[in-house]
């Protein structure tokens, strides 16, 4: 009973002297001096003038500006509008003639093919005959005129003749526009009106002045109407589509500079603006297209010839401009270290809208007149980092 009663006294010391260890535990947890956590959700790093000096960070300040961008885009090039046709035979027949070869330089008006068509000599049998035929409806006109003057002719005879020569007149007038449809020029079809015999042969000329691209046909091939011949290019201007990822069109618009390179080497340049963006996306790439047409040098660039543009263009309005070199990542969260003082600096997340060729757009996190720390990101991370850890 004794020993029992002198062992109470030894439990209570023991139990007394462990709870008085409690307070060294809570000192050891408390955040190293160089990282505190002076407000809810910051965090800041703070350096000795040992660490400042080894480190020498730079900074840059953050401004709200219009930012101009650089757009990288692939493009490729096509003869410009109205500066390329397609040569067709407006008639079913016969290819009796071809008069260039490819790659021939061809001049507007020159004769290219020649076709042998009945469809064709009808047309020129009806033209002549509405001629004919208008030439004694006038003449007979003339006359009645001249008798009814006379009152040798009553007037309805006139009135008749008046009649059959405004038929007349609107089958010549209809018989010229058909030839005029297949392309005969008007000093052929004047022609025909002297001829002692009908040509079944319809001349199809050059449309535009270039040189001649594709021979579709051969000699002595029969062909149908609308069938194609060949090509013609005119290389004195070319139009290059470059093709934008839909999320960078929408900083584009017409007038921006652009410069074209071709995508093996960069010592070809041509400067020239953007003419024209499509309003939907191309079916085959889905990208949207922007157009430039220009004027090749030294022959480049050609028709078909792949090239690489770069579109100078700027943002829709002012943004926050961080540069590249002051983010880095917390997981999936962009941070920055933004300036307090000469010795200390705050680790913040930013959110970033998009990132351009040498900085990123925040849409939040940052404030203007804020200088960021550019120069020693990643060991400022570290040393966060490390004293985090140091600390628990």
Known sequence: MALLILGLPVFWVSCSGGGGKEPAATEIQKTPPSVSGQAAGKLFVRLTDKEKGELNIETERVTRSIQSYRLLVPGVVFPATNHVSIISTPIDGRISAIMVNEGQPVRKG???????????????AEYLQAIAEEKFQTSRLERLKQLVEQTISSRSELDRAVSDYQRATAASISAFAKLKAIGVPDHEIEAFKNTGQIDPSLKIHAPISGSFDQ??????????????????????RVQVKGYLNPADARFVNPGDSVTLTRREESSLILKNMVASVNPGLDEDNRSVVVNIELNPQNNWPRPGENVRLEIATSSLGEVFAVPLEAVTYDGNQAIVFVKIDDNTFEKRTIEVAEIRDRFAIAKSGINENEELAVSQVFSLKALSRFELISGE
């Open 110 to 124: 020159q004769e290219m093919f020649r076709i042998e068509s009945l469809v064709f000599g009808n047309l020129v």
């Open 215 to 236: 021979r579709m046909v051969d000699l002595g091939q029969s062909v149908n109407a609308l069938e194609k011949l060949g090509r013609i290019i005119d290389l004195k």
